[in-house]
C-alpha cells in the first residue's frame, strides 16, 4: 500500500483491554463465548430462512441479510481482538489497520441501511398492505440492498483513504481494541481537519439516512395503527415491529455516540463498551430478538431442527 510509506508507523498496537492483564484470560473466554453465539445464532437465522419456503417474503430476506452482515461485523474485529487477549505484542500492521478500519465501516454501515431497509418494509406492510406485493417484489428488493452496499462502500473507503494518508510519527499505540476513526484521529501527529469535517458533515448524512427513513417510517405506522379500533389488532400490528425497533436503538444509540463528536473527547474506557455495543451486543441480540417473539421463525426452526434429527 502506497500509504504505508507516507508514514513512519509500519505497526500499531491495540491496547484495548491492556489495563486488564490479571483479567485476558478471562476476557478471551466470554469474547470466544459471545463470537460463537453470534456465528451460530445469525448463521442458523440464514440457513432457515433461506430453506423454508413459508419465510421467502421480503421481510425475511432481509432479515436473512441482516444476519450475514451481523456475522461480517462480528468477523473484522473479533478474531483479531481474540489473538491479541493470548498474545504479548498486540499489534496489526498499517495496511491491516486500515483494511480493517475499512470492512468495519463498510459492514457497520450496511447493518444501519439494513434496518433502515427494514423499516421501510414494515412501513408498506402496514400502511399499503394491498401495495405490498406490487412494490415490493424480489427484484427491488434486491436493488435496495445493492444500493445500500454501493453506498457504504464509497463511505468507507473515503475514510479508509483519508486515515492512510495521515501521518503516524508519534506513539503508535491505539486504545482501543480494533482500528476505528476516532483513535486513529487522535493518534495522528498530523492535520485532521479534513478527517473531521467528512466526519461531521458526510458521516451524519450517511448514518441519518436510514434512521430518518425509520422515524418517517414509524411515525406514519403509528398513525395507523392508533385508528385501528380493536385493541388485538393493534396490539398484532406493534409486535411485527417490536423487534425491528429494538435492534434500532441498540444499534443507533451507541454508533451516533462514537461517531458524530469531536476526535478531542475521546475517552478509552468509555468508548471500549459503547463499542462493544453496536459492533457486538446487537449481532449477539439480533438472532434472539427476531426469534423469540416470531413464531414463524420458531416454527421453521423446529422444522429444521425434527429435519436434521431425521436425517
Request: aromatic share 12%; proline share 4%.
Amino acid at each position: 500500500m502506497k500509504a504505508r510509506n507516507q508514514s513512519s508507523a509500519t505497526e500499531f498496537l491495540l491496547l484495548g483491554f491492556s489495563s486488564l492483564p490479571e483479567k485476558q484470560i478471562t476476557l478471551f473466554f466470554v469474547f470466544l463465548t459471545m463470537y460463537t453465539i453470534i456465528l451460530l445464532g445469525n448463521l442458523t437465522i440464514f440457513v432457515i430462512i433461506r430453506t423454508d419456503s413459508r419465510l421467502h417474503t421480503p421481510m425475511y430476506f432481509f432479515l436473512s441479510v441482516l444476519a450475514c452482515v451481523d456475522i461480517c461485523l462480528t468477523t473484522t474485529t473479533m478474531p483479531k481482538l481474540l489473538m491479541d487477549l493470548l498474545s504479548v505484542k498486540k499489534a496489526i500492521s498499517f495496511s491491516a489497520c486500515i483494511t480493517q478500519l475499512h470492512f468495519f465501516l463498510s459492514f457497520g454501515n450496511m447493518d444501519s441501511y439494513m434496518l433502515g431497509i427494514m423499516g421501510f418494509d414494515r412501513y408498506m406492510a402496514i400502511c399499503h398492505p394491498l401495495h405490498y406485493v406490487q412494490v415490493m417484489r424480489k427484484r427491488f428488493c434486491v436493488s435496495l440492498v445493492l444500493c445500500a452496499w454501493v453506498i457504504v462502500s464509497f463511505h468507507s473507503s473515503l475514510h479508509s483513504v483519508l486515515a492512510s494518508k495521515l501521518h503516524y510519527c508519534g506513539s503508535n499505540k491505539i486504545h482501543h481494541y480494533f482500528c476505528d476513526i476516532p483513535p486513529l484521529l487522535k493518534l495522528s501527529c498530523s492535520d485532521t481537519t479534513a478527517n473531521e469535517l467528512v466526519l461531521f458533515t458526510e458521516t451524519p448524512l450517511i448514518v441519518l439516512i436510514p434512521l430518518l427513513s425509520i422515524l418517517i417510517s414509524y411515525s406514519r405506522i403509528t398513525k395507523v395503527i392508533l385508528k385501528i379500533k380493536s385493541s388485538g389488532g393493534r396490539k398484532k400490528a406493534f409486535s411485527t415491529c417490536f423487534s425491528h425497533l429494538s435492534s434500532t436503538v441498540l444499534f443507533y444509540g451507541p454508533g451516533l455516540f462514537t461517531y458524530v463528536r469531536p476526535s478531542s473527547v475521546y475517552s478509552l474506557d468509555k468508548d471500549i463498551g459503547i463499542s462493544l455495543m453496536y459492533s457486538m451486543v446487537t449481532s449477539l441480540m439480533n438472532p434472539f430478538v427476531y426469534s423469540v417473539r416470531n413464531n414463524d421463525v420458531k416454527e421453521a426452526f423446529k422444522k429444521l431442527r425434527d429435519k436434521t434429527h431425521r436425517g
